[in-house]
Structure formats: structure tokens, C-alpha cells
């Protein structure tokens, strides 16, 4: 396999890891997928690996910003996807 087939494989497990269940939740790590992932850093996608790793409803406390992720690399990756633009 080629490595944009393999991209391509892991883009499309993590848009259907990303369908939570939420509206608002799973368009948030979509546009997250279709702005940042092809030119993230590594690191940064594995954060986002990690991100869909939680649970619905302490994603949806970290979006709405009433708590934060403990880890402050993961902290970072909320805001940025809530300061991304609709």
C-alpha cells in the first residue's frame, strides 16, 4: 500500500470515529479533519487520536468550555478546534 492510501484509510476510520452522535459535537472534529489534518504535525494528530479516545459528554464540557482536558497539549487541540471559524 501507498502512503496516501494509507492517509486516506486513517482520514476516513477517524471521520467515522468522529460521528458522535451530536450535531454540533461531530461537526466540530470534522472541520477540525477537513482544515487541519493533512497539515498537522504528527504530534498533533495523535492528540486528536487521543480526543476521540473520551467520552461524549466530557468532549461536549470541554467545547462548551465549562472544564478542561487535565493535559494541556489536549487543552491546546480543544481551543484551537473551538477557535476554528464555522
Do not use: Y
Not at 14 to 37: N, T, V
Not at 46 to 51: A, I, K
Not at 57 to 76: N, V
Request: glycine share 4%; hydrophobic share 40%.
Amino acid at each position: 500500500m501507498t502512503d496516501s492510501h494509507d492517509n486516506d484509510a486513517e482520514l476516513g476510520r477517524l471521520r467515522w470515529r468522529s460521528r458522535r452522535g451530536m450535531r454540533e459535537l461531530d461537526r466540530l472534529l470534522e472541520r477540525w479533519l477537513d482544515r487541519r489534518w493533512a497539515v498537522a504535525p504528527e504530534s498533533e494528530r495523535g492528540l486528536f487520536r487521543q480526543l476521540l479516545d473520551c467520552e461524549d459528554d466530557k468532549l461536549w464540557l470541554w467545547f462548551l468550555g465549562h472544564e478542561h482536558p487535565q493535559d494541556a497539549d489536549l487543552d491546546a487541540l480543544v481551543q484551537s478546534i473551538r477557535a476554528l471559524p464555522p
